[in-house]
């Protein structure tokens, strides 16, 4: 009797583990006009600062001046910039995050984390290349004649962002680099050059880095563990590079996004 009973239990707790993994995969409202999308059902809105669950093949979708944050269940987290439609294919955690996005417009911030010494697998697929990232941040903007991808931060210097177009090219990025591509005649062709302030410009609304003096300042501080929680992502070297290089601080979106964390921690 006291067997079957134990059993019964866990049979009852089972769904509530697996709903408590799975709510960890979530969508949440950030600024404006912010909806998800299961299957070939239709749109459905996310109210304001409030958060869904998302399964596995859900879109998650934009309007103007609007932001969404996509959070995985190892803290990394997928920012959703505007008019943007961005579908998670899935997300699979063994002793390595293994994850899959299709970008099919606009713009979005990777944070590839590795917690406690975890590896991560992320891809992100576009029209025109395939992103792999292994633990970093960046960003990707598509449009329907150009891909761009820049890089702000590695964990691994050994293990950089690699963008492999549909025509077999293949292009490394490290930290304060940028590949710049564009449809010529039906493929994709581009460059790897130094960021710039033209580069980071697209992308400013995704908080910081807006320029690449400030990129520079962060990611020299990440690679000297200035990053720390206790400052809510930026160690005081951070901040006194940042203040150093502009006089003041630029305003940021309202509401902001939040504040850049190192993936290695």
């Given at each position: 009797m006291k067997i079957a009973l134990f059993f019964l239990s866990i049979a009852t707790l089972l769904p509530i583990f697996a709903f408590a993994d799975v709510a960890n995969k979530s969508l949440q409202n950030a600024k404006g006009q912010v909806a998800y999308q299961h299957g070939s059902g239709g749109q459905r809105a996310v109210a304001l600062n409030s958060t869904v669950v998302l399964a596995d093949r859900d879109y998650a979708i934009t309007g103007a001046q609007s932001r969404g944050m996509v959070s995985l269940p190892d803290s990394s987290?997928?920012?959703?910039?505007?008019?943007?439609?961005?579908?998670?294919?899935?997300?699979n955690r063994t002793d390595i995050a293994h994850a899959k996005f299709v970008l099919y417009n606009g713009i979005t911030r990777f944070e590839v984390r590795?917690?406690?010494?975890?590896?991560?697998?992320y891809t992100f697929v576009t029209p025109t290349a395939s992103i792999a990232v292994r633990g970093t941040q960046g960003d990707i903007g598509v449009t329907a004649d150009s891909l761009q991808v820049n890089v702000y931060e590695l964990c691994d210097a050994s293990s950089p962002v690699e963008v492999l177009t549909k025509s077999g090219q293949q292009y490394t990025l490290k930290v304060g680099q940028s590949f710049v591509g564009q449809i010529v005649g039906g493929v994709l062709q581009g460059q790897v050059q130094s960021l710039t302030d033209q580069l980071i410009a697209p992308f400013e609304d995704m908080g910081i880095p807006t320029s690449a003096q400030q990129a520079k300042a962060v990611a020299e501080s990440y690679a000297a563990g200035a990053v720390n929680s206790v400052t809510g992502?930026?160690?005081?070297?951070?901040?006194?590079a940042v203040g150093g290089l502009f006089g003041k601080k630029k305003a940021q979106p309202s509401p902001a996004p939040s504040p850049a964390t190192t993936t290695c921690s």
């Open positions: 987290v997928v920012t959703v910039g505007s008019d943007t439609k961005v579908q998670m294919l899935f997300f590795h917690p406690q010494g975890a590896k991560a697998n992502g930026y160690g005081s070297e951070v901040v006194g």
